[in-house]
Structures are given as structure tokens and as C-alpha cells.
């Protein structure tokens, strides 16, 4: 129950997120064309899921992880993308079925459902860990919060903000006053989702050196 608690704070986080980044203009990968990997992976909730999160350990693990890679391998299908390798979906199927197959699912059974199932799913998804199912009136639905968590997954936001600046000159704005008296213990203080995404982003410019401005070409776009 912890886990799905924690998920589900997750998911609120994100949802909250979006939308007030949408409210600015922001304008987001639809999330079924999340499924071509040449645009960047902004994997966000299109809308809030009510549920309970999985973890290591549950007895419905198995099953729910065999049954939602059937149905996100069946949208692939739907949408059009049709039976490309696993490498060229950015899906580590071979790691996927080792973990699917020590949970007691033998690799035969994940590519019966892989090749003949044409079953609808929330969201496109690359990260099939537990943490990112949720279920919900007996559906499983795959979400994600990359914008919920600070780490590596703030390079996501970062580069969002690269792309609207009016957002960026809006953080900015608000944030300054609190880079200059940043400390590693004022960092651990309790602070909005918004602010610590801010804080973190303005971090990387201050550590950087590079003007925002500049970065765009610098990530190849």
C-alpha cells in the first residue's frame, strides 16, 4: 500500500504539473505519438488515474506486467507501427522478458501476447517498472511522472523549458532570490513541485556557465 500511495502522490504531482504548464503555453507530445523515439520522451499523464501502485513482492506482480506489455506492444500495432524490433521501439525486450521470466512468465508466453494482442492501453510507455502501473477498476494503466522527481529526469524539464521561453523568463523571475542564498541545507527545505523544478533548472544554467539562449544548438536541435 505504501507503494501505491507513493505512486499515486506521484501522479497527482504530475498531473498538477501539466496542466499548469499547459495553462502557459506548453506545448506537450501527445501521448500516443510518444511511441516515435525521435521526439523527446515527455512522458505525461493525460489525465489523473485514481489507483493502487504495484511493487516487488505483490502476487498479482506477474501477471499485471505480462498483461500491460501485451497491451502497449498491441498499441504500437494499432497505431501503426507495426512489428519494428524492440530496439527500434527503444524497448529492451530481452532485459524485459529476463525479468518477466524470473517472475515466473516463460519468454513464450510474452511473445504469444506480443505478436497477437490488439488491446487499448492509457499511455505509451517506455519504462515498464513497477512503479510507473497503476491499477484502477480492475484495468492496469502504465503512467509515468518524469516531472515529479528531481535527479536525472529534471533534464526532461530542462529541456522543456528550452522550448517556451516565456516560461523560462516566468521561473526566472520568481527564482532568483532564492539562487543566490542556495545551500546544500536550504536545498532540503519543503518547497512546491514547481519550485524545486525551477531551482533545479536554474542550478544547471548557474552551473553551466552557458547562456540558455545557447543551449538548443548544443543539444542538437
Given at each position: 500500500m505504501e507503494q501505491g500511495v507513493r505512486n499515486l502522490e506521484g501522479l497527482r504531482n504530475e498531473y498538477s504539473t501539466r496542466r499548469r504548464l499547459e495553462a502557459l503555453g506548453v506545448d506537450f507530445v501527445p501521448p500516443l505519438l510518444c511511441a516515435n523515439l525521435d521526439r523527446p520522451p515527455y512522458y505525461?499523464?493525460?489525465?489523473?488515474?485514481?489507483?493502487?501502485?504495484?511493487?516487488?513482492?505483490?502476487?498479482?506482480?506477474?501477471?499485471?506486467?505480462?498483461?500491460?506489455?501485451?497491451?502497449?506492444?498491441?498499441?504500437y500495432r494499432?497505431?501503426?507501427?507495426?512489428?519494428?524490433?524492440?530496439?527500434?521501439?527503444?524497448?529492451?525486450?530481452?532485459?524485459?522478458?529476463?525479468?518477466?521470466?524470473?517472475?515466473?512468465?516463460?519468454?513464450?508466453?510474452?511473445?504469444?501476447?506480443?505478436?497477437?494482442?490488439?488491446?487499448?492501453?492509457?499511455?505509451?510507455?517506455?519504462?515498464?517498472?513497477?512503479?510507473?502501473?497503476?491499477?484502477?477498476?480492475?484495468?492496469?494503466?502504465?503512467?509515468?511522472?518524469?516531472?515529479?522527481?528531481?535527479?536525472?529526469?529534471?533534464?526532461?524539464?530542462?529541456?522543456?523549458?528550452?522550448?517556451c521561453p516565456d516560461l523560462l523568463a516566468g521561473i526566472e523571475d520568481i527564482m532568483r532570490p532564492d539562487i543566490e542564498a542556495l545551500s546544500a541545507q536550504q536545498r532540503d527545505r519543503v518547497m512546491s513541485l514547481s519550485e524545486q523544478l525551477a531551482l533545479e533548472f536554474l542550478l544547471r544554467l548557474q552551473r553551466s556557465q552557458i547562456d540558455w539562449a545557447e543551449r538548443p544548438s548544443i543539444l542538437g536541435w
Amino acid at each position: 500500500m505504501e507503494q501505491g500511495v507513493r505512486n499515486l502522490e506521484g501522479l497527482r504531482n504530475e498531473y498538477s504539473t501539466r496542466r499548469r504548464l499547459e495553462a502557459l503555453g506548453v506545448d506537450f507530445v501527445p501521448p500516443l505519438l510518444c511511441a516515435n523515439l525521435d521526439r523527446p520522451p515527455y512522458y505525461l499523464a493525460d489525465r489523473l488515474i485514481e489507483g493502487i501502485g504495484l511493487a516487488w513482492g505483490d502476487e498479482r506482480t506477474p501477471a499485471i506486467m505480462h498483461n500491460t506489455l501485451s497491451k502497449l506492444w498491441g498499441l504500437y500495432r494499432v497505431i501503426g507501427l507495426t512489428w519494428k524490433t524492440p530496439a527500434e521501439l527503444g524497448i529492451d525486450l530481452p532485459a524485459i522478458s529476463a525479468m518477466l521470466t524470473g517472475a515466473g512468465i516463460h519468454q513464450a508466453a510474452i511473445l504469444l501476447a506480443l505478436s497477437d494482442k490488439l488491446l487499448p492501453v492509457s499511455l505509451v510507455h517506455g519504462d515498464f517498472s513497477i512503479g510507473n502501473i497503476i491499477i484502477c477498476d480492475g484495468n492496469n494503466y502504465i503512467v509515468d511522472w518524469e516531472l515529479s522527481h528531481l535527479g536525472p529526469v529534471c533534464v526532461d524539464f530542462f529541456k522543456v523549458l528550452l522550448r517556451c521561453p516565456d516560461l523560462l523568463a516566468g521561473i526566472e523571475d520568481i527564482m532568483r532570490p532564492d539562487i543566490e542564498a542556495l545551500s546544500a541545507q536550504q536545498r532540503d527545505r519543503v518547497m512546491s513541485l514547481s519550485e524545486q523544478l525551477a531551482l533545479e533548472f536554474l542550478l544547471r544554467l548557474q552551473r553551466s556557465q552557458i547562456d540558455w539562449a545557447e543551449r538548443p544548438s548544443i543539444l542538437g536541435w
